[in-house]
Every structure is written in C-alpha cells, then in structure tokens.
T-cell receptor, first 114, second 113 residues
Framework: DAGITQSPRHKVTETGTPVTLRCHQT?????MYWYRQDPGHGLRLIHY???????DKGEVSDGYSVSRSKTEDFLLTLESATSSQTSVYFC?????????????FGPGTRLTVT | AQTVTQSQPEMSVQEAETVTLSCTYD???????LFWYKQPPSRQMILVIR??????QNATENRFSVNFQKAAKSFSLKISDSQLGDAAMYFC??????????FGKGTRLHILP
C-alpha cells in the first residue's frame, strides 16, 4: 500500500469555524490531490498540487484553499466551514513518471459541519 | 469536456458467477488512460486495473479484465468467479496525459451467497 495518511480521520465542527485537513505521504510523489465524495456525485476534485508551492483549482474549489510547503504534506483548509461542506475527503498521490499516472488514495476523512 | 458515465447504479451477481460493469466516456483526445477503482465498505479506494489507450490488448489482473473498445469509447470491467470480498462500489475513471482524473458516479456491486 502507498504510504498515505490523512488526519484527522473524523471531525465534527460548527458552521463558521476554520478547519484544516492534512495529507501526508512517504512516497516522494510529485502530484497530490484533494477530492470530496458525496452520494450521487462520485469523487470530485477540489484542488491539486504538481510540486512544492505549485497548486491549482479543481472542479469544486470554492470555499477551499490548499498549501504545500513540503513534498510530503498537502493541507486542505476550509476557511469558514458550511453545512454543504459536510463530506468525506480523500487525498491522493501520483508519481506521474514513465506513464505511472494512476492515483493512490488515503483512507479518507469524514467531516461533519453542524 | 471529458465525461465518464456508469449507467448501472447497482448490480447483483451470484457468488462464483461472472459479472460485467459498464463504463462509457467522452473525449476528443487519442492518448489517455482509463482506470477501475474499487471502494469496499472500509471506504478505501483501491486501484483494480488500468488501461493505456494506445494499447490494443485488454488489461487483465487475475480475475479482473477489461473490454476496451476505443472507437466506441467503452471500457467495461469483467469480474470472473465473483467472491464475497468483491462487494463494493466500483468507479470508472478517465485521465488525459498530465491531466486530472475524472470519475464516474460508481456502480454498487452486491455478491449473493
């Protein structure tokens, strides 16, 4: 299994509070991704990173920001959580070298915003 | 924009039988990758199989194989000798080279003992 961890694994927070989710990898992969998974929508890309300090928006980036100051860590921040951000969040990594574009996923974080 | 469609929200198969999950995609690209991911109740996303569009030969991984029809933009997953542990949500995914993955909405597979 790829070395990817997410923290916390579960979190309950109140509307309007800031929340930061952490993704940590030990594979030294270049690319890192944040997805959210909701019933009826599959997985949707929030933000991704193609290197340290290099990030870009995905399909559902509104209300989210990211940072990557080290190869191994990719942080997802909800500046002011809303109930619509209640979801399961997945981090993924990929090597992107020599055709190895498949993504490997972390265990997920279940976030509930009350 | 590329899209991925899984037309079967749920399917059931008897244990030890064979089942095929459907996936179609839309793209104007000629060079891309296709994947099937499995998500069991543990919620962990697991890569099942991958296919490079430039390869004509269908990918296989043990009991899992694909039927890749490039002209029809179809990428179905066949699971042979179904086992109880195969029960999961299965996601079809498409990716351009150096681009982002697009997932279908998934097919929930039930295995009947």
């Amino acid at each position: 299994d790829a070395g990817i961890t997410q923290s916390p694994r579960h979190k309950v927070t109140e509307t309007g509070t800031p929340v930061t989710l952490r993704c940590h990898q030990t594979e030294n992969h270049r690319y890192m991704y944040w997805y959210r998974q909701d019933p009826g929508h599959g997985l949707r890309l929030i933000h991704y990173s193609y290197g340290v300090k290099d990030t870009d928006k995905g399909e559902v980036s509104d209300g989210y920001s990211v940072s990557r100051s080290k190869t191994e860590d990719f942080l997802l921040t909800l500046e002011s959580a809303t109930s619509s951000q209640t979801s399961v969040y997945f981090c993924a990594i990929s090597d992107g070298v020599a055709g190895a574009y498949e993504q490997y996923f972390g265990p997920g974080t279940r976030l509930t915003v009350t | 924009a590329q899209t991925v469609t899984q037309s079967q929200p749920e399917m059931s198969v008897q244990e030890a039988e064979t089942v095929t999950l459907s996936c179609t995609y839309d793209t104007s690209e000629s060079d891309y990758y296709l994947f099937w991911y499995k998500q069991p109740p543990s919620r962990q996303m697991i890569l099942v199989i991958r296919q490079e569009a430039y390869k004509q030969q269908n990918a296989t991984e043990n009991r899992f194989s694909v039927n890749f029809q490039k002209a029809a933009k179809s990428f179905s997953l066949k699971i042979s000798d179904s086992q109880l542990g195969d029960a999961a949500m299965y996601f079809c995914a498409y990716m351009n080279r150096d681009d982002k993955i697009i997932f279908g909405k998934g097919t929930r597979l039930h295995i009947l003992p």
